[in-house]
């Protein structure tokens, strides 16, 4: 699951409920949620946190799961189709 993004990376700031924001590569993408390399990143399944991708606001998601430095992330409500377009183009 290499990037969805061709040429340039697609980086997503993720802010913690009570800590910093941190950025991250995202490493696939799709309308409901992304998966994030979440090398030194200290959260934890079911965390909610909010996710910002290039253009948009911060999105209300939870942390689904962490596994071999990589995290997956559920967004509340789908990315509209034509913004996931725009962002993976």
Do not use: N
């Not at 697609?10 to 490493?27: F, I």
């Not at 909610?48 to 999105?59: T, Y």
């Not at 990589?70 to 409500?77: H, K, N, P, Q, Y």
Request: glycine fraction near 12%; charged fraction near 25%.
């Amino acid at each position: 699951m290499a990037g969805s993004k061709s040429g340039t990376e697609l980086k997503a700031v993720v802010r913690y409920r009570t800590r910093s924001k941190m950025e991250m590569p995202v490493l696939d993408l799709s309308a409901g949620g992304c998966m994030v390399s979440s090398r030194g990143w200290s959260a934890k399944p079911d965390e909610s946190v909010s996710v910002k991708l290039p253009g948009l606001g911060f999105i209300p998601a939870k942390v689904v799961w962490i596994e071999d430095q990589r995290a997956g992330i559920a967004f509340e409500e789908a990315l509209y189709g034509p913004t996931l377009e725009h962002l993976m183009g």
